[in-house]
């Protein structure tokens, strides 16, 4: 992917390795949102291809005819394509909208179908791949990537920064950032990256990290990804977080404000678990990530700071839950704690409090009716039997049905 700052586009090849699950397969179907598709090839012969028309707030189709395939064929899909300077998941910063005013920024946010309109992929949360990437910026601008960094050179005027992921991920937990940006340790285990001009206030303010990774990795097992990395954005980033894998992004406020909102950072260090390693189907079982993601944030920030602070967020998580429901109105689809996606206009819009505070308000039912010990081993149960692998609600019943059976027969 080549980050052309100057015309707010990139120009990228997206190799993808496929395997057919079926028989008589002849297409291969991407998702795309407002991509210019130059080229595409099957291995590495050009193959047809036709986009569909846009289907308003879910993009196009790319559909590639491909020669007959077989259950267990497997083949490779190169396409090359630029963006669009609107392109949904893409955020080019000029330097005036960043802190240090020095250098150009980029931040992208993926979740939830935004992926599609910075490369063709199967867009959606239950298809997880491991990926390498290549990423060529200005030469002075650093790029950090989902991933764990490979290689980065210089060459000409520019810089070639390379990442891999040997964990397989769905394509929402993909991000990219570039800027004038530094990198330093928390912890052990902790590092932040951010711009030059905000490092210092970003050190002091998110001492509460390392603490909460190993919390978390004694309440359910170890983090898997490596180092947990944590993206400071500027001031203009819209959204409060995002958990990319070792790539998280956090909103500048989040180390402005009082401690409750330095505290909602660890929720994205609890996504290391909750969506990332064990990921939700479809986005109508985003609960599933989301109000998993928000009780463990709770159980570390009740170890870390006590009762009052547990309920305190508690409250205030039930609050803007209400807001919501008020917003959207009572009988609303987006009302239900698994939405029907066929009734639901755009993934975004599942993406409330309601889904979390719900979902949240279920797990702590679940835990008060088998008590603390049980329902921790079910949950280390459930990451460990779906880890690298992805769930539903159905999934998510039957396990804890079939884990209560075991825990009671055992003891009668
Ligand atoms: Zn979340």
Known sequence: MELDFDNKVIVGEQLL????????????VLDIRDLDITEVLYNEVPADFR????????????????????????????VKYKTHPGATGLSWLDKSQTSGKKMDYLFTHCETIHCRSIAPFQDTPMVKSTFKAQIISPQNMIVRATGNLTEEFDYNNFR?????SKIPIPSYLF??????????????????????????EAQSSLSILEPALTILEEYLSNYVWGDYKI???????PFGGMENPLLSFASYTKIQGDASSVDD?????????????????NWNEVWLKEALATFLERKAIKSINGESAYKDKAMRGMI????????????????????????????????????????????????????????KDFLIEYFDTYKFKHADSKQFEDLFVNFIYRVFDHKT
């Open 175 to 200: 991000g990219i950032v570039a800027g004038d940006l530094q990198e330093s340790e928390l912890g052990e285990k902790v590092k932040v990256i951010t711009e030059r001009a905000l490092m210092r």
């Open 320 to 375: 803007s839950m209400q807001d919501k429901i008020i917003e959207v109105g009572a009988d609303s689809e987006l009302t239900k704690l698994t939405p029907n996606p066929s009734k639901v206009e755009d993934p975004d819009h599942i993406l409330t409090p309601i889904q979390s505070e719900k979902g949240f308000g279920l797990l702590a039912l679940m835990e008060e009716l088998v008590g603390e010990a049980l329902f």
């Open 160 to 164: 070639s920064t390379k990442f891999e």
């Open 265 to 281: 950072t660890i929720h994205e260090i609890a996504h290391s678990w909750a969506g990332n390693l064990v990921t939700p189907d």
């Open 231 to 237: 993206v400071i954005q500027p001031p203009s980033f």
């Open 17 to 28: 390795k496929m395997r057919s699950l079926g028989n008589f397969v002849r297409e291969a």
């Open 51 to 78: 986009v569909s028309n846009t289907k308003p707030k879910i993009g196009q189709s790319l559909r590639i005819a491909i020669p007959f395939q077989f259950a267990g064929d497997e083949f490779e899909i190169l």
